[in-house]
């Protein structure tokens, strides 16, 4: 039921204008993906970002602890029946606008791919091929990934 949700909220979804930067980083995974990704999280002193710029949101159903005091747990009973989410702190991320969104999953879950269409940048990556990615990175490993992805951003970064 709650995945039917998700599928129609994600078709129906507004999430506005991702042409302007904004600041930081969010960065989007699965708890099975969590090991790996966590080594993401150093992307943030190599884009030289500060600590409160910086999301790492983990979609998961079941019970995690995460103890980055700058880290969400997102499962689908955070959302209500009426479509909202009941978690504020994970509602404020979504109405920000970060500089890139980092999509890193072994194998994208729904849930996962709501996530990374939610959060808002208007540079968009994935491992995967998402819908709402704007680059994607066909790197199961996460040093392959991270090495693909500051080539790129230094690129965006020289062009912009």
Known sequence: MKFSLLERKISKLNVGNNDSFGK?????????????AKKLVE????????????KFIVCTEKP???EDKNS?????SA?????DFSNKELKLVFQQKFEIVIGFSQKPTKLFQFVFKLV???????NHKISTA???????EVKSFENELLNYYKTIKQIR
């Open 72 to 76: 969400l747990l997102f499962s689908a």
């Open 134 to 140: 704007n680059l994607i990175i066909n790197a199961d």
């Open 120 to 126: 808002q940048a208007p540079l968009k990556t994935s």
């Open 43 to 54: 992307l943030r002193q190599k884009f030289n970002l500060k600590n409160d710029h910086f």
């Open 24 to 36: 930081g980083l969010a960065i989007v995974t699965t708890a099975e993906s969590l090991v790996e």
């Open 79 to 83: 959302i209500k029946g009426n479509g």
């Open 64 to 66: 995690i602890v995460i």
